[in-house]
């Protein structure tokens, strides 16, 4: 019912046209739900910088800090025992695929929210991720409900490539501020554009609005 990602859109030279004619033939009930320039794909590209790292529970922690009342350290097995949440969202990558209806487990940011308790003067969130690589995210961004710590998509543990241990999911925003292998949150006041940002991609990235390159 979907389209597969055709080779050739990928990357620079994008034919917006052929982008608007996918667009068009996407069935109706969910045409509303792919945002400008954007195409439906069933497959799942991995995308990300460096290799993936290896995870060893016995030395994996997920830290929080910054403008928060009170900064956490958790173990891999005090981080598996948090409540969980299964929701479902679109996700919207800037090389011009989205996927719908992904199905995501893991901890709610709500909940590590209600942990740490940001201060007033929180106003960004940076995830840091393996390896430091970071990703900066508003702080209104994070308050959504689907906002996921997660290990599960699509009723499967997330592989290596897509983050496992951890992913963070932040539906709203292009996929690139979902740091994979997430190791932290860092609440801070002023912004700090991470990896992707430093390298020209937008630094709100909201794809209602095609905010892809800055
Ligand atoms: N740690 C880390 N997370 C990352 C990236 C990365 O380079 N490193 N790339 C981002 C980009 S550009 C995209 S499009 C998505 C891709 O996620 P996927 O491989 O699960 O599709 O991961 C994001 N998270
Ligand atoms: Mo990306």
């Known amino acids: 019912m979907f389209f597969r990602l055709p080779g050739k859109l990928k990357g620079k030279g994008v034919d917006e046209a052929k982008i608007d004619a996918l667009r068009e033939r996407t069935p109706e009930p969910v045409r509303d739900r792919v945002p400008p ?20 529970p016995k030395t994996w922690s997920f830290k929080v800090w910054g403008c928060v009342a009170n ?5 891999y097995q005090a981080f598996r025992a948090l409540p969980q949440l299964e929701t479902t969202a679109d996700i919207h990558c800037v090389t011009r695929w989205s996927k ?4 995501w ?11 740490v308790q940001p201060t007033s003067s929180a106003r960004f969130v940076i ?11 508003p702080f209104e ?11 599960r998509a699509d009723g499967h543990d997330i592989t290596a490539e897509h983050g496992w241990p951890l992913r963070l999911v932040v539906p709203s925003r292009y996929f690139w501020k979902s740091a994979k292998w997430l190791r932290g949150l ?3 006041t002023h912004d700090r554009p991470g990896f992707w940002e430093q390298n020209g991609y937008h630094n709100d990235a909201d794809p209602w609005k095609e905010e892809r390159h800055w």
């Open 141 to 151: 961004a994070i308050l959504d409900e689907d906002v996921l710590l997660a290990h």
């Open 186 to 188: 860092e609440f801070t």
């Open 37 to 56: 320039g954007q195409f439906v794909t069933n497959g799942w590209p991995v995308l990300h910088y460096g290799s993936v790292p290896r995870f060893d």
């Open 71 to 75: 900064p956490i350290e958790l173990d």
């Open 100 to 103: 719908l209806g992904m199905s």
């Open 105 to 115: 487990e893991g901890v709610p940011m709500r909940h590590i929210l209600d942990m």
């Open 127 to 137: 995830a840091h991720a393996e390896a430091g690589f970071t990703a900066n995210v």
